[in-house]
């Protein structure tokens, strides 16, 4: 799994500073992408080590850290999800995954939010009350909708 860029964020998580992971090699392809060049396979590898020096650069100034894409690799999500709540249980985590559900090799556990559902361009982003697309905040195991 790659990571083709990141940035610090606002609105991605409600209330959240959020440092935002664009992953790369996205199956999904949803026509009307805002991001058609994380169809492609580029960027760098997204391993413990890099994911550390994120957290070391950034952690301080954020307060989530979100997984943007890697639908193609659920497990290594997971890992990573996990990783991130082992060396820094301050943050909170999410992931926008285009999956209608939850792929079984993520685990709630390791998630503070959940966004699911492919991009529809004709129903909009989760800022259109018209959106398929769901953003759930992560309590106890449970997925509670956020309305934006």
């Known amino acids: 799994m790659k990571v083709a860029s990141y940035d610090i ?12 992971l664009n992953i790369s090699n996205c199956p999904n392809r949803c026509e009307g992408c805002h991001s058609p060049h994380l169809w492609e396979d580029t960027g760098e590898v997204l391993d413990e080590a890099l994911m550390g020096d994120l957290l070391e650069r ?3 100034a ?4 979100a997984l943007m894409g890697g639908d193609a690799e659920p497990s290594e999500i997971n890992r990573l999800l996990e990783f991130v709540h082992a060396h ?4 909170k985590t999410a992931w926008y995954s285009g999956r209608r559900e939850l792929a079984p090799e993520v ?5 503070d939010y959940l966004k699911l559902g492919p991009y529809i361009e004709a129903l909009g982003g989760l800022d259109k009350p018209t959106t398929n697309q769901k953003l759930y ?3 106890d195991g449970e997925l509670h909708p956020i309305s934006f």
Request: proline share 6%.
């Open 9 to 20: 964020v606002f609105q991605e998580v409600p209330g959240e500073i959020t440092l935002a």
């Open 88 to 91: 820094r249980p301050s943050l």
């Open 107 to 111: 685990k709630l556990r390791n998630l």
């Open 137 to 139: 905040r992560v309590t």
């Open 58 to 60: 950034y952690g301080g």
């Open 62 to 65: 954020v307060t989530c850290v």
